[in-house]
């Protein structure tokens, strides 16, 4: 029986003590409750906690001693896993094509998964999806970037499966970014340079449903409730590109409006928005003054952009970091995690 499949109360158990070890809620060579405590706590019969004393003794997670409750092991066991993250074949997601411009968001995750993997010994590897495509013999575990894959994996694997940006907010198994403080510093930062139009790029609200939520909620909102007129924010949603051409266009169409300055520019992508900023300036128009721009993708190289990039970017680090551990978790368990999330930062450049 595969570890992650729960048929029994002693697979219960087993998952249930293994996890607080793991996640070190009992502490390394600490005693484990008594045999007797632990048959009260889950209801049990006390073969049932022997069995699950002698699995997690002979898999070397805790140390047996005679006539005394069993130590958690001082380091725990290493086992080595393989993760496997699909293909995500949208625009901006694209990881098939090997091209970062176009897929910069895809890459740079796919990266901080990848290496904090690493850091604990596993391996990733990106799996050329298909809707046929049989995992379970490659692959111990999936993280997903796509609410679509999860949803496919999902029905053809039992596999356990960890969504990325990829789910509902609060729906077990997933991580999602909290971007209540990135937003609200965005506004913020926008009334201090007394903003009094808004441009928001290719938020469209089928598919950046969640980032618009944070963007109405605490940044619309905050802007309006200080006085900044309803009709002079604008929502290109006509596209879910964030490509510099995107970011060309609708700077253009934008600065057709002739719509009261300074303007916010909020784009999901920093390419994207390093378009909108040369777009600007070609035009006679000076950053901080006339224009401020915001990013979304979170990209390492934008602070050494002509100008520097202010973001609103992606938390990849701590994604990465809580996406390796809850694969890792989930897979030793077999109990799926509870929702993860991670706060989003606004770095300010010279955009």
Not at 27 to 52: H, W
Not at 179 to 190: D, G
Not at 262 to 285: E, N, R, S, Y
């Given at each position: 029986?595969?570890?992650?499949?729960?048929?029994?109360?002693?697979?219960?158990?087993?998952?249930?003590?293994?996890?607080?070890?793991?996640?070190?809620?009992?502490?390394?060579?600490?005693?484990?409750?008594?045999?007797?405590?632990?048959?009260?706590?889950?209801?049990?019969?006390?073969?049932?906690?022997?069995?699950?004393?002698?699995?997690?003794?002979?898999?070397?997670?805790?140390?047996?001693?005679?006539?005394?409750?069993?130590?958690?092991?001082?380091?725990?066991?290493?086992?080595?896993?393989?993760?496997?993250?699909?293909?995500?074949?949208?625009?901006?997601?694209?990881?098939?094509?090997?091209?970062?411009?176009?897929?910069?968001?895809?890459?740079?995750?796919?990266?901080?998964?990848?290496?904090?993997?690493?850091?604990?010994?596993?391996?990733?590897?990106?799996?050329?999806?298909?809707?046929?495509?049989?995992?379970?013999?490659?692959?111990?575990?999936?993280?997903?970037?796509?609410?679509?894959?999860?949803?496919?994996?999902?029905?053809?694997?039992?596999?356990?499966?960890?969504?990325?940006?990829?789910?509902?907010?609060?729906?077990?198994?997933?991580?999602?970014?909290?971007?209540?403080?990135s937003m609200m510093k965005c506004a913020t930062y926008f009334l201090?340079?007394?903003?009094?139009?808004?441009?928001?790029?290719?938020?469209?609200?089928?598919?950046?449903?969640?980032?618009?939520?944070?963007?109405?909620?605490?940044?619309?909102d905050t802007l309006q409730d200080n006085g900044l007129a309803a009709?002079?924010?604008?929502?290109?949603?006509?596209?879910?590109?964030?490509?510099?051409?995107?970011?060309?266009?609708?700077?253009?169409?934008?600065?057709?409006?002739?719509?009261?300055?300074?303007?916010?520019?909020?784009?999901?992508?920093?390419?994207?928005?390093?378009?909108?900023?040369?777009?600007?300036?070609?035009?006679?128009?000076?950053?901080?003054?006339?224009?401020?721009?915001?990013?979304?993708?979170?990209?390492?190289?934008?602070?050494?952009?002509?100008?520097?990039?202010?973001?609103?970017?992606?938390?990849?680090?701590?994604?990465?970091?809580?996406?390796?551990?809850?694969?890792?978790?989930?897979?030793?368990?077999?109990?799926?995690?509870?929702?993860?999330?991670?706060?989003?930062?606004?770095?300010?450049?010279?955009?």
């Amino acid at each position: 029986m595969s570890i992650w499949q729960k048929e029994s109360l002693k697979q219960k158990i087993y998952s249930q003590l293994l996890r607080q070890i793991i996640k070190g809620e009992i502490a390394p060579s600490m005693p484990l409750p008594s045999n007797a405590e632990m048959a009260k706590q889950f209801n049990a019969g006390r073969e049932t906690i022997k069995q699950v004393i002698a699995r997690l003794a002979e898999e070397k997670y805790i140390i047996r001693r005679d006539r005394k409750t069993p130590l958690t092991a001082k380091k725990l066991p290493e086992k080595h896993y393989t993760i496997g993250i699909p293909h995500i074949e949208f625009p901006g997601h694209m990881l098939d094509d090997f091209n970062y411009e176009k897929a910069p968001w895809g890459w740079t995750l796919y990266r901080a998964v990848a290496e904090a993997l690493l850091k604990r010994g596993h391996n990733a590897v990106l799996l050329n999806f298909d809707r046929g495509m049989d995992f379970c013999g490659n692959v111990h575990g999936i993280i997903s970037f796509s609410s679509a894959v999860t949803r496919i994996c999902a029905e053809s694997t039992k596999l356990p499966i960890i969504s990325v940006m990829a789910g509902g907010y609060d729906t077990p198994g997933t991580i999602n970014l909290d971007r209540t403080q990135s937003m609200m510093k965005c506004a913020t930062y926008f009334l201090a340079h007394g903003v009094r139009s808004i441009l928001l790029m290719s938020f469209e609200k089928n598919y950046r449903n969640s980032n618009l939520s944070f963007v109405n909620k605490y940044l619309v909102d905050t802007l309006q409730d200080n006085g900044l007129a309803a009709e002079n924010i604008v929502n290109f949603d006509y596209t879910r590109d964030t490509s510099a051409e995107t970011g060309t266009d609708m700077m253009k169409k934008f600065m057709e409006m002739g719509l009261p300055k300074p303007w916010g520019i909020l784009c999901p992508g920093d390419f994207q928005a390093q378009a909108a900023v040369h777009t600007g300036i070609k035009a006679g128009l000076i950053p901080k003054k006339d224009f401020l721009v915001v990013g979304g993708t979170g990209l390492r190289e934008a602070a050494n952009w002509t100008p520097a990039l202010t973001t609103a970017g992606t938390a990849y680090e701590e994604i990465g970091e809580a996406a390796a551990q809850a694969i890792i978790e989930y897979i030793m368990t077999g109990e799926k995690p509870d929702a993860m999330h991670v706060k989003n930062k606004l770095i300010i450049r010279e955009t």
